[in-house]
């Protein structure tokens, strides 16, 4: 079965340091996602993406963030001078939209953690 | 935007059904969205309601008022590996298909 793919699964890194986080939509997907989850909170929107650009991003997506979709498949997250608040799991997703006959559901990838010291 | 509220915690014993309640708020409404979550795993879908009435999956049946912004997650003949968080999720209108979340039930079956 097709699923999202994500690396690293685990990254710790020093506050300031840039991180770059990676993901690997399902092949025939057209809209991609970043969502982050804060150890023991909900699951936050950080943006979206579909045709090469970005479609909306949250409060929580300053400038500090950035997307990218270097190749056919890559989609990347970064985060180019880390804080203690950015500790969080990240989860990639990818849908096809809302297909007719289908739920437009959104696959999320297994995350990755991300620990700012 | 959305607000999405629903119980933070339910206890149930194995065997028995349990009912997760979900209240909506939203400025657009395209469907609702039931997600499962293990600890420290990535949310799966588990149902979608878009009209209102009932939508049966095995063990699992949602239920979806949109007049009264309301839907429930109904487990049945719970089992342990149930334990998990529950999320309500939103698709509001927008151009994007995102979901909105909420912050979840955490059902722990106990044997």
């Known amino acids: 079965e097709p699923e999202v793919t994500q690396t690293p699964s685990h990254q710790v890194t020093q506050m300031g340091q840039e991180v770059i986080l990676r993901c690997v939509p399902i092949?025939?997907?057209?809209?991609f996602y970043w969502y982050r989850q804060i150890l023991g909170q909900k699951v936050e929107f950080l943006v979206s993406f579909y045709n090469n650009e970005i479609s909306e991003k949250s409060e929580i997506f300053d400038d500090q963030f950035s997307v990218e979709r270097p190749d056919g498949s890559n989609f990347t997250l970064k985060i180019r001078s880390t804080k203690l608040e950015d500790s969080a799991m990240y989860f990639c997703?990818?849908?096809?939209?809302?297909?007719?006959?289908?739920?437009?559901?959104?696959?999320f990838g297994e995350g990755s953690r991300l620990t700012v010291l | 935007g959305q607000n999405i509220d629903q119980p933070t915690e339910m206890t149930a014993t194995e065997g028995a059904i349990v009912q997760i309640n979900c209240t909506y708020q939203t400025s657009g409404f395209n469907g609702l969205f039931w997600y499962q979550q293990h600890a420290g795993e990535a949310p799966t879908f588990l149902s979608y309601?878009?009209?209102?009435g009932l939508e049966e999956k095995g063990r699992f049946s949602s239920f979806l008022s949109r007049s009264k912004g309301y839907s429930y997650l109904l487990l049945k003949e719970l089992q342990m590996k149930d334990s998990a968080s529950y999320l309500c999720?939103?698709?509001?209108?927008?151009?994007?298909?995102?979901?909105?979340f909420g912050a979840g039930t955490t059902v722990t079956v106990r044997a």
């Open positions: 999720a939103v698709r509001g209108y927008s151009n994007d298909y995102k979901l909105s």
């Open positions: 997703a990818s849908s096809e939209g809302w297909p007719s006959g289908g739920t437009g559901e959104l696959f």
């Open positions: 309601n878009v009209l209102d």
């Open positions: 092949s025939n997907h057209l809209y």
